[in-house]
C-alpha cells in the first residue's frame, strides 16, 4: 500500500528557509492530491498546503506568502518551502494524502527553529 | 485558535460510551462542509478514524460513528478500550478563512 517518508533538516536557523520533501512508495503520485500539514510541540495541527499531481496549489492564508509546495512526478516526491523562518515554526511537519480526508499519512518529521 | 473548538479532555471506563464535540460556525460545519475524525496514538502520526458522513476507512472497528447537527459534528466511542486512548481531532473546511481546518484536539483517558 501507498506509504509517505518525510525528509529534510531537523534544524534550521531563524529568517532561514525551511525545505522539506516526501517520498510517495507503494503507488504513484500522479493520481491524487498531497498534502503539509504541521504541528507545534504539544499543541493541535495546523494545514499547511496541497499541491495536485498536475500542479495546482492551493495554501492555508496564514502562512501563504511564506510557503511553496511543488512537485517531481517523475520522482514520485512533492516538497514544501518555508521561508523566514522564526521560534514559531517549530513544529513536526507531516505530509500526507489526500486533500479533505487525509488517509494517509507520513510518520512526520521534527523541525526546529533555533541559532 | 482553531475555528471548531473540542473538549480539551474527556474520560470513561472500559466499556463506557463516551462522545466528543466539535463546534464550528456558519462558515464551516454550519455551511455543510465534511467534517472527518483523525485519532492520534501518542508519539504517532494522526490516522484518519471517520470520514464524512459515518464513512470507516477498512480496519475502523465501528464502535466509532459520528453525527452531526446544525453548527456542531460529534464522535462517539462505544465498548470503550484501553487501546482507545489517544487524542482526536475533527477537520472541515473553513470558507471564510478558505482554509482546512482541524479542532483543537480532545485527549480521550480510559479509567
Known amino acids: 500500500q501507498v506509504q509517505l517518508q518525510e525528509s529534510g533538516p531537523g534544524l534550521v536557523k531563524p529568517s532561514e528557509t525551511l525545505s522539506l520533501t516526501c517520498t510517495v512508495s507503494?503507488?504513484?503520485?500522479?493520481?491524487?492530491?498531497w498534502s503539509w500539514i504541521r504541528q507545534p510541540p504539544g499543541r493541535g495541527l495546523e494545514w499547511i498546503g496541497y499541491?495536485?499531481?498536475?500542479?495546482?496549489?492551493n495554501y492555508n492564508p496564514s502562512l501563504k506568502n511564506r510557503v511553496t509546495i511543488s512537485i517531481n512526478t517523475s520522482k514520485d516526491q512533492f516538497s514544501l518551502k518555508v521561508t523566514s523562518l522564526t521560534a514559531a515554526d517549530t513544529a513536526v511537519y507531516y505530509c500526507?494524502?489526500?486533500?479533505?480526508?487525509?488517509?494517509?499519512w507520513g510518520k512526520g518529521t521534527t523541525v526546529t527553529v533555533s541559532s | 485558535q482553531s475555528v471548531l473548538t473540542q473538549p480539551p479532555s474527556v474520560s470513561g471506563a472500559p466499556g463506557q460510551r463516551v462522545t466528543i464535540s466539535c463546534t464550528g460556525s456558519?462558515?464551516?460545519?454550519?455551511?455543510?462542509?465534511?467534517v472527518n475524525w483523525y485519532q492520534q496514538l501518542p508519539g504517532t502520526a494522526p490516522k484518519l478514524l471517520i470520514r464524512?458522513?459515518?464513512n470507516r476507512p477498512s480496519g475502523v472497528p465501528d464502535r466509532f460513528s459520528d453525527s452531526r447537527s446544525g453548527t456542531s459534528a460529534s464522535l462517539a466511542i462505544t465498548g470503550l478500550q484501553a487501546e482507545d486512548e489517544a487524542d482526536y481531532y475533527c477537520?472541515?473546511?473553513?470558507?471564510?478563512?478558505?482554509?482546512?481546518?482541524f479542532g483543537t484536539g480532545t485527549e480521550v483517558t480510559v479509567l
Open positions: 499541491i495536485s499531481y498536475s500542479g495546482s496549489t
Open positions: 477537520q472541515s473546511y473553513d470558507r471564510s478563512l478558505a482554509a482546512y481546518v
Open positions: 464524512a458522513n459515518n
Open positions: 507503494g503507488g504513484s503520485i500522479s493520481s491524487d492530491y
Open positions: 456558519s462558515s464551516n460545519i454550519g455551511a455543510g462542509y465534511d
Open positions: 500526507a494524502r489526500g486533500v479533505f480526508s487525509m488517509d494517509v
